[in-house]
């Protein structure tokens, strides 16, 4: 087992994580191997009284980490056990690797928008997946999780008893989606987000979506037509066939988008549908659940976190219901129809940041049910 203490090579980089904007001294990083070696960090944090963080990929990150950091980065084993269309991934898996590995058996996992985000951090979260909406969210799929207790000994689950070392998880029989994304200039964005709103309203629970409003930088990273340009990204995820899709899509694209990257994709292909930016930088995010979208909180959405805006922010709205319908976490009620989030580099500081989404979300608040802790980046929980 390898460890780092501060000042010592290496240790910095191991600490690193997708989130840039939250930096952690820890006073041992165990960079864990196996869960034998998380059972050897475990044990030194109790011997010597410290407290027990975890990372793996470090997309979830919100505070720094204290005491022994057990580094789950190393511990990237997936296996499938295509008999029982279940899979075994490790506690610092991505899904982009489970989604390969499980492609080869003509079955899918009940993944998110970027392959990069790991396995196990997704879950504990409760997992809001592409194909969320017609199966449930990833946790409510988990078959067993193996789990190191705080005095260091192994268990079998449940999923917060300790550090996850490996969970098992179903796969289901998708190999394809008719999925992509419906892009459309500024001038459309109002206009977009309410013809969104309303086409939610009796979509059948095999689709997928979601409609984001994007800033993108004047860069020439950035393809035309979107560069410089404050974009309404209409993402969509359908089982089913092409043609049903076509139907599905057609008052959307009515609308007249600037790009139109909808088809039959492979459903390896599906971390495209979102095309998050796949680089590690520092960012903020919260949330908030709604039951409907009245015109007036689009408005007020569009007045904060659309273009003009005095923080550039990514703002996206998830469809719920379907499958969430039934589920039992507790950010739910069965009237959760929306997810609105806000993401932002931290730019010019946090507090500006802060302040900026305190006003989109303070109108939304009376009419909320909720705050999903998944989507919340790079900030304490309580203090969010
Ligand atoms: C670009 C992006 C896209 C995303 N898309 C989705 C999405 O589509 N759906 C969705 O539901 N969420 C999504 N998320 C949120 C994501 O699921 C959470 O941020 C999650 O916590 C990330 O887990 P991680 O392991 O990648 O990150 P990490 O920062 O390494 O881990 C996050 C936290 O999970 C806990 N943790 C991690 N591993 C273990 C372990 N082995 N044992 C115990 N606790 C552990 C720790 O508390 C840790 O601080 C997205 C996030 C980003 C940044």
């Not at 070696?37 to 963080?53: E, F």
């Not at 979509?203 to 560069?227: H, I």
């Amino acid at each position: 087992m390898q460890t780092f203490a501060p000042g010592q090579d290496g240790y910095r980089e191991e600490i690193a994580g997708f989130q840039t904007g939250v930096q952690s001294t820890p006073q041992l990083v165990v960079a864990a191997a196996d869960a034998d070696d998380v059972a050897a960090g475990v044990r030194y944090a109790a011997a010597h009284d410290l407290p027990v963080s975890v990372q793996a990929t470090g997309h979830g990150l919100r505070t720094p980490a204290e005491g022994v950091l057990i580094s789950t980065r190393r511990m990237t084993g997936v296996s499938i056990d295509p008999e029982r269309a279940v899979a075994r991934a490790e506690a610092g898996a991505t899904w982009g690797t489970v989604v390969e590995a499980a492609a080869e058996h003509g079955l899918a996992p009940l993944s998110g928008s970027a392959p990069g985000v790991g396995v196990v951090g997704y879950t504990l979260g409760g997992g809001f997946g592409l194909l969320g909406r017609h199966f449930g969210q990833a946790s409510e799929h988990v078959r067993s999780a193996e789990v190191v207790l705080p005095d260091g000994t192994a268990a079998g689950g449940p999923l917060d008893a300790g550090v996850v070392t490996a969970l098992e998880f179903s796969l289901f029989p998708v190999t394809t989606l008719y999925g992509g994304g419906l892009y459309f200039d500024t001038a459309k964005i109002a206009d977009v987000l309410c013809t969104w709103r309303d086409w939610t309203a009796d979509l059948p629970d095999t689709v997928g979506t979601s409609v984001a409003l994007v800033p993108y930088p004047n860069l020439p990273v950035v393809p035309e037509p979107l560069r410089g340009k404050h974009i309404a990204h209409v993402r969509v995820a359908s089982l089913g066939s092409a043609a049903q899709g076509e139907r599905l899509v057609a008052p959307l694209r009515a609308l007249g988008p600037l790009q139109d990257t909808l088809s039959t994709m492979p459903f390896t292909d599906s971390g495209k549908i979102a095309a998050e930016p796949p680089h590690p930088h520092a960012y903020l995010g919260d949330n908030r659940v709604l039951p409907a979208l009245p015109d007036e909180l689009l408005t007020t959405v569009l007045d904060h976190a659309g273009p003009g805006a005095p923080v550039p922010t990514v703002l996206i709205i998830d469809l719920l219901g379907g499958a969430y319908r039934h589920t039992t976490a507790a950010d739910f009620t069965p009237d959760s129809r929306y997810t609105v989030r806000a993401l932002s580099v931290v730019e010019p500081d946090p507090a500006t940041v802060q302040a900026a989404h305190a006003k989109l979300f303070a109108p939304l608040e009376p009419s909320s049910t909720g705050r999903l802790r998944s989507f919340v980046y790079g900030r304490p929980l309580a203090r969010a």
